[in-house]
């Protein structure tokens, strides 16, 4: 009798270090059983998925005290990767260091800008604490471990503390509390899923990019295909449109599924108007309620 052959994992890649927030988002949309390849850089992370690498990616999309993550906007207008799901990450930040190393030993903390930032009230308590800046929060803790640094500590998730073995010093010190993450999943084909697979008990999201002409009203126009249509926007972001100053991109996300009448209706409707147009995902909409990182 041959032994049977274990189905390989699941993968799946992001930006940053193992216990990442990105790696927590990873596990709210495609559960605990698979594999992760954390990547360097943002254009990795869609490069291992566009070339089979991995099965899907994970990209931060959006916080709601920092705003958008621009890079991550353009690489979705450069690579043909559907959006299939999103997820909302609370992103706790806390203090955190090797074992051994208390909270009065510590002279500097180490973390991503952006974390560093999100933590600016407990940093005014501890004037005696040198912020300085690292490419990753999880990548902090990591580094603390390595180099066995007895005078500093870092900022990262509890995921990162017990990946790497380190001690939380002080819990929760990010200034905000309704501080979150907004991911997108994606993968190399649009998601099978259908709504009735939900019991018509969550939304749909679809999310879009255009241009369009630059005159007056032009914008105005376009919106009201929806408006008209009462489809909500839940989010528009503009981006620069390259070799074309002071002209730009939108993106657009809104409540409804492609398959929607009305959706339809509305997308058509953009299309006359649009010179560009192109639909990014379509998606069973997330919430905030999501497991703390």
């Known amino acids: 009798m041959k032994n049977a052959t274990r189905r390989p994992k699941f993968t799946a890649s992001f930006q940053g270090e193992p216990g990442a927030f990105?790696?927590?988002?990873?596990?709210?949309?495609?559960?605990?059983?698979?594999?992760?390849?954390?990547?360097?850089?943002?254009?990795?992370?869609?490069?291992?998925?566009e070339t089979g690498k991995v099965?899907?990616?994970?990209?931060?999309?959006?916080?709601?005290?920092?705003?958008?993550?621009?890079?991550?906007?353009?690489?979705?207008?450069?690579?043909?990767?559907?959006?299939?799901?999103?997820?909302?990450?609370?992103?706790?930040?806390?203090?955190?260091?090797?074992?051994?190393?208390?909270?009065?030993?510590?002279?500097?903390?180490?973390?991503?800008?952006?974390?560093?930032?999100?933590?600016?009230?407990?940093?005014?308590?501890?004037?005696?604490?040198?912020?300085v800046t690292f490419y990753d929060t999880a990548g902090s803790v990591k580094m603390l471990m390595e180099e066995k640094l007895t005078d500093s500590a870092g900022i990262a998730s509890a995921a990162a503390a017990e990946r790497y073995g380190a001690r939380i010093l002080r819990k929760s010190i990010e200034?905000?509390?309704?501080?979150f993450t907004r991911f997108f999943l994606l993968t190399k084909k649009p998601?099978?899923?259908?709504?009735?697979?939900?019991?018509?008990?969550?939304p749909w999201k679809t999310s879009l990019v255009f241009t369009t002409r630059n005159i007056p009203g032009a914008l105005f126009r376009s919106l009201s295909a929806f408006a008209l249509r009462d489809v909500n926007?839940?989010?528009?972001?503009?981006?620069?449109?390259?070799?074309k100053p002071w002209e730009y991109l939108f993106y657009l996300d809104f409540l409804g599924h492609v398959e929607d009448p009305v959706v339809k209706n509305a997308i058509?409707?953009?299309?006359?108007?649009?010179?560009?147009?192109?639909?990014?995902?379509?998606?069973?909409?997330?919430?905030t309620q999501s497991k703390n990182a």
Not at 24 to 34: E, K, M, S, V
Not at 113 to 120: E, G, H, K, M, S
Not at 191 to 202: M, S
């Open 175 to 179: 200034d905000d509390r309704q501080n």
């Open 191 to 202: 998601a099978a899923l259908k709504r009735d697979k939900l019991g018509g008990k969550r």
């Open 233 to 243: 926007l839940t989010k528009i972001e503009s981006r620069p449109l390259r070799g």
């Open 22 to 49: 990105s790696e927590t988002a990873a596990r709210q949309l495609l559960g605990n059983d698979i594999a992760v390849l954390p990547c360097q850089k943002f254009s990795e992370v869609f490069t291992t998925l």
């Open 55 to 131: 099965q899907a990616a994970i990209v931060p999309i959006e916080n709601s005290l920092h705003g958008s993550v621009h890079e991550n906007y353009d690489h979705l207008l450069h690579h043909d990767l559907p959006i299939v799901g999103e997820t909302f990450v609370r992103i706790v930040h806390n203090l955190i260091a090797p074992p051994g190393v208390s909270f009065h030993n510590v002279q500097r903390v180490f973390s991503h800008p952006v974390a560093l930032n999100q933590c600016l009230s407990f940093f005014e308590r501890h004037p005696q604490f040198e912020k």
């Open 268 to 287: 058509g409707h953009l299309r006359e108007l649009a010179d560009f147009l192109k639909i990014l995902g379509c998606y069973p909409a997330g919430t």
